[in-house]
């Protein structure tokens, strides 16, 4: 490593000293604070510009599940876990909300850089691979809080419907960790994916049935013994009951454990992007 010192015309060269390190070596010792800000608020900037098809569009979308269900029951007032139907499957439609957009928003990111011939935006600038993991991570963690508000303050207002938070804390961990893990999942798939319809496939056969199929709209106690086994299997059922539990005190599994059972497999997935990240896989030429 040598150290050359370079200034501009009139100034003095010992006050501009320019570290240069072999060629492809990154030599970042500390966190790059302000080019982590900047790349979460490029993403953040980037879904925000149409927020009406990324915030507004899926809270709507998600709404109309709660409005066909409390309608086509009519006068019928099922219970579940203690509460009414629509009590029942209200937080189970805000974290499937929150948990899809998450997915949606970190796949398109390192995608459209591929397809588009960009993806050098996301490579050259002096961050390092956890730091660019983090602010994509970031803003889709913050894609989906916002569209959980959202689903959140429409139910709110909606009559026969009560999303009173019961457990707060388990409100803010669940919907953390839920978008957090569809979050880096959606990662992996952009690093993966070649083009927009390999990111759609596993939106479409793996994200949508996974989350429609964990418990979202009945309670897996009720289900045949075999069929429990698939629902504990998938961790989307996890994320689905805990964040149910925080608002209706209720939960079809260990709350505990699925709280600990998403923090250890959000912490695998964030070593697994970060490793592929680093390596350059699919992403450099």
């Known amino acids: 490593m040598t150290i ?9 060269r010992d006050a ?15 966190v790059n604070w302000i080019g982590l800000q900047t790349l979460y608020m490029k993403e953040v900037r980037r879904f925000f510009k149409v927020q009406l098809q990324t915030v507004w569009a899926p809270a ?5 599940y709660l409005i066909i ?19 029942f499957i209200a937080p189970g439609l805000i974290i499937m909300g929150m948990m899809q957009n ?3 928003n970190s796949s398109f990111s390192l995608l459209v850089g591929k397809v588009q011939g960009t993806i050098v935006d996301y490579l050259m600038p002096p961050l390092s691979n956890a730091e660019v993991l983090a ?7 913050t894609r989906a809080f916002l569209v959980g508000a959202t689903i959140w303050l429409a139910m709110a207002i909606w009559p026969g419907v009560n999303v ?3 457990h707060f804390w388990a409100v803010l961990w669940f919907g953390l960790m839920g978008s957090t893990m569809l979050a880096l999942i959606g990662v992996l798939t952009s690093i993966w994916a ?10 479409n056969f793996v994200v949508a049935p996974a989350a429609l199929l964990s418990g979202t709209f009945y309670s897996v106690d009720k289900l045949s013994p075999t069929f429990q086994a698939i629902s504990h299997a998938n961790p989307f059922f996890y994320a689905i009951s805990g964040f149910r539990y925080g608002f209706i005190g209720s939960a079809d599994s260990p709350v505990v454990l699925g709280a600990l059972l998403l923090l250890a497999l959000n912490i695998m997935l964030g070593l697994i992007c970060y490793f592929l990240l680093r390596s350059g896989w699919k992403l450099r030429a």
């Open 4 to 12: 050359h010192h370079k200034s501009a015309p009139g100034q003095d």
């Open 16 to 30: 501009h000293p320019v570290v240069q390190l072999p060629d492809g070596e990154r030599h970042i010792r500390n």
């Open 60 to 64: 709507i979308t998600t709404l109309l």
């Open 69 to 87: 269900f409390t309608v086509a029951l009519g006068k019928v007032k099922p219970t579940v876990l203690g509460v009414s139907f629509a009590d």
């Open 102 to 104: 998450a997915f949606a």
């Open 135 to 141: 602010g994509l991570v970031g803003a889709s963690v």
């Open 164 to 166: 009173t938070p019961a």
């Open 194 to 203: 070649e083009k927009f319809d390999h990111a759609a496939a596993v939106s």
